[in-house]
């Protein structure tokens, strides 16, 4: 997917990202995410590598939504981040 930063300027700066999403999967079911399209909100002055230990007090920058058809554990499907750009 693609993220578009904007600067809170009159006249917002853009620049653009492209973060790629690959589903590790052992099973006969693929995980397969509820929609192509996802918006979220990140301040301008936020710090870098912000993290909010306690849940229901931290901003909800987007909510992805997967499926999973096989069973019990193997139907877990977990995101992680792995690398950042600098």
């Known amino acids: 997917f693609t993220v578009e930063a904007l600067d809170e300027d009159e006249e917002p700066q853009k620049g653009y ?18 929609t192509d399209r996802l918006t979220g909100e990140v301040f301008e002055h936020s710090s870098p590598g912000w993290f909010c230990p306690i849940r229901d007090n931290c901003p909800v920058i987007a909510v992805v ?20 750009p600098s």
Do not use: G, Q, R
């Open 17 to 34: 990202t492209n973060i790629k999403v690959k589903p590790l999967d052992i099973n006969d079911n693929k995980p397969i995410f509820d």
């Open 65 to 84: 939504i997967t499926n999973d058809f096989d069973f019990m554990e193997n139907a877990s499907v977990d995101y992680e981040i792995v690398s950042s």
